[in-house]
């Protein structure tokens, strides 16, 4: 059974339709990378899954419960509040501007979380989380706070501190985005660490060479509809579809 | 100058009041005021509208006018209705002032927590925060780095705006420095009271300078 279930997922801003009819399926151990033009709807999808958006039709199902399905008369109709905490709960999210609580040091904000939320005793996520910035190479940096770290060593407090949560799936909104060209490289070799210890992930990237090494299965997305899917090899190589390879010589070009 | 000896420990009477009406306020203006301005963003339009209105009165008419009010209003309700309830000078003073630093403060704190980044709200939501931890945890001590300098202002007035105490004839430092200057036909006694007025202003300065400096530790 697929750990995370997405059909004919529609999502609209107003009149813009954003998400026209998504559907796709992810087992537990793979990644995935979703590729596309900006406005193609690619970080609108994550965070419908993620539950930072509400959908205006389809199906999401996050290992094996229902998150959200469709009704009657084809509208939405959402799990209870309980229900979709504990999705919200198996699911990690590390966005594009790594969103680190500021006032808190490294140490605490991989902490807070599972102290207040889990119930994990203070040592216990102490350890965790000293354990989890050994595996992110930010030792000894503990006691910093987010301000005085680089923006690659942000972004990965920010994959610690999903990481601490001990989640299910992991997503990424353009995780290298808002990063300087050299401080991508360490951000993305950390997500390939984690890709090697078998974490499921999806993983929305510019970063083409990236998504083809990472991923098990590539999505790429244009104008609210999956244009194509299937292995790397497939979307990079063998694919064929013209709006993809119009898409793909542009990042070739450079 | 052999009269200061003499001046200073009546001054002094004074300032505590000045100080008890400052203290007093302080404690009941700001938590009140945080209450007033989560009020203020609430999404139901019942709840939202009355807060806006109260801040607005609050705000648009003289905090002396919010004295006398209060204190001949209560008193006057209680006269008519039978109540046998009505604010005494000090109550009648600590309350208008609380409500009135109340809707000042509450504009200050919608400030700060509006400016609040919308990403931290869905960090805390992500990683199962409830509301209520979210406010606590991670909004309100943003807040409160970002309201210190205009919350500085404020308390500076306030010790200044204890002086309209007088008028429903609270003796706090300003009212008996006026005392004193009639008793010695000069108006030397109301230059000591601003001295006073300085001093303790001084004094909170350096506090608020140091709390800016204290929360200076990220940005």
């Given at each position: 059974m697929p750990i995370l279930k997405v059909e004919h997922v529609k999502k609209l801003f107003g009149n813009l339709n954003v998400l026209k009819d998504i559907s796709f399926e992810l087992n537990a151990g793979e990644v995935l990378s979703i590729i596309g033009?900006?406005?193609?709807?690619k970080s609108t999808l994550l965070r419908c899954i993620t539950q930072l958006e509400t959908v205006n039709g389809g199906l999401v199902q996050v290992d094996g419960k229902d998150m959200v399905q469709s009704g009657d008369k084809g509208t939405p109709v959402y799990a209870p509040a309980k229900v979709l905490r504990e999705i919200r709960l198996s699911t990690g999210l590390v966005f594009q501007n790594f969103?680190?609580?500021?006032?808190?040091t490294v140490l605490q904000n991989l902490c807070l979380a599972p102290v207040?939320?889990?119930?994990?005793s203070r040592e216990q996520a102490r350890e965790t989380g000293k354990s989890l910035l050994k595996r992110m190479g930010?030792?000894?940096?503990?006691?910093?706070?987010?301000?005085?770290?680089?923006g690659g060593q942000q972004q990965r407090v920010s994959i610690a501190r999903a990481l601490a949560m001990n989640p299910k799936i992991l997503f990424f909104?353009?995780?290298?985005?808002?990063?300087d060209p050299e401080l991508t490289g360490e951000v993305l070799k950390i997500i390939k660490k984690l890709a090697e210890e078998k974490m499921t992930m999806v993983i929305v990237t510019h970063e083409m060479a990236f998504a083809r090494d990472v991923a098990d299965k590539v999505i790429f997305m244009d104008g609210g509809y999956i244009v194509e899917q299937g292995t790397p090899d497939f979307v990079f190589n063998?694919?064929?579809n013209e709006r993809l390879s119009q898409f793909l010589s542009r990042f070739s070009k450079n | 100058m052999s009269d200061l000896s003499s001046l200073l420990p009546i001054l002094w009477g004074g300032f505590c009041t000045t100080l008890a009406i400052f203290g007093l306020t302080l404690l009941f203006s700001i938590p009140l005021g945080l209450l007033i301005a989560v009020l203020k963003m609430s999404k139901w339009r019942v709840v939202r509208y009355p807060v806006s209105f109260y801040i607005s009165v609050m705000r648009g008419t003289p905090l002396l006018l919010q004295i006398v009010a209060i204190y001949f209003g209560s008193y006057y309700l209680s006269e008519y209705s039978g109540l046998g309830f009505s604010f005494d000078r000090f109550p009648a003073v600590i309350v208008a002032f609380s409500i009135n630093y109340a809707a000042y403060f509450a504009e200050i704190f919608r400030g700060g927590i509006q400016s609040i980044p919308k990403g931290q709200y869905e960090a805390a939501y992500m990683l199962g925060m409830t509301r209520t931890q979210t406010f606590f945890r991670i909004i309100l001590p943003q807040v409160v780095k970002r309201v210190v300098p205009a919350s500085a202002n404020e308390v500076i007035t306030l010790v200044k705006d204890t002086?309209?105490?007088?008028?429903?004839?609270?003796?706090e430092l300003f009212a008996l420095a006026k005392k004193q200057q009639a008793a010695y036909a000069s108006i030397y006694p109301l230059f000591v009271a601003g001295v006073f007025y300085y001093v303790a202003n001084l004094l909170l300065s350096v506090l608020f300078a140091y709390l800016e400096r204290k929360l200076d530790y990220y940005k």
């Amino acid at each position: 059974m697929p750990i995370l279930k997405v059909e004919h997922v529609k999502k609209l801003f107003g009149n813009l339709n954003v998400l026209k009819d998504i559907s796709f399926e992810l087992n537990a151990g793979e990644v995935l990378s979703i590729i596309g033009p900006s406005g193609s709807g690619k970080s609108t999808l994550l965070r419908c899954i993620t539950q930072l958006e509400t959908v205006n039709g389809g199906l999401v199902q996050v290992d094996g419960k229902d998150m959200v399905q469709s009704g009657d008369k084809g509208t939405p109709v959402y799990a209870p509040a309980k229900v979709l905490r504990e999705i919200r709960l198996s699911t990690g999210l590390v966005f594009q501007n790594f969103n680190l609580f500021p006032h808190l040091t490294v140490l605490q904000n991989l902490c807070l979380a599972p102290v207040r939320v889990l119930g994990v005793s203070r040592e216990q996520a102490r350890e965790t989380g000293k354990s989890l910035l050994k595996r992110m190479g930010l030792e000894g940096k503990e006691k910093a706070y987010p301000c005085e770290l680089s923006g690659g060593q942000q972004q990965r407090v920010s994959i610690a501190r999903a990481l601490a949560m001990n989640p299910k799936i992991l997503f990424f909104d353009e995780p290298t985005s808002a990063l300087d060209p050299e401080l991508t490289g360490e951000v993305l070799k950390i997500i390939k660490k984690l890709a090697e210890e078998k974490m499921t992930m999806v993983i929305v990237t510019h970063e083409m060479a990236f998504a083809r090494d990472v991923a098990d299965k590539v999505i790429f997305m244009d104008g609210g509809y999956i244009v194509e899917q299937g292995t790397p090899d497939f979307v990079f190589n063998q694919s064929g579809n013209e709006r993809l390879s119009q898409f793909l010589s542009r990042f070739s070009k450079n | 100058m052999s009269d200061l000896s003499s001046l200073l420990p009546i001054l002094w009477g004074g300032f505590c009041t000045t100080l008890a009406i400052f203290g007093l306020t302080l404690l009941f203006s700001i938590p009140l005021g945080l209450l007033i301005a989560v009020l203020k963003m609430s999404k139901w339009r019942v709840v939202r509208y009355p807060v806006s209105f109260y801040i607005s009165v609050m705000r648009g008419t003289p905090l002396l006018l919010q004295i006398v009010a209060i204190y001949f209003g209560s008193y006057y309700l209680s006269e008519y209705s039978g109540l046998g309830f009505s604010f005494d000078r000090f109550p009648a003073v600590i309350v208008a002032f609380s409500i009135n630093y109340a809707a000042y403060f509450a504009e200050i704190f919608r400030g700060g927590i509006q400016s609040i980044p919308k990403g931290q709200y869905e960090a805390a939501y992500m990683l199962g925060m409830t509301r209520t931890q979210t406010f606590f945890r991670i909004i309100l001590p943003q807040v409160v780095k970002r309201v210190v300098p205009a919350s500085a202002n404020e308390v500076i007035t306030l010790v200044k705006d204890t002086s309209l105490a007088q008028v429903i004839a609270v003796t706090e430092l300003f009212a008996l420095a006026k005392k004193q200057q009639a008793a010695y036909a000069s108006i030397y006694p109301l230059f000591v009271a601003g001295v006073f007025y300085y001093v303790a202003n001084l004094l909170l300065s350096v506090l608020f300078a140091y709390l800016e400096r204290k929360l200076d530790y990220y940005k």
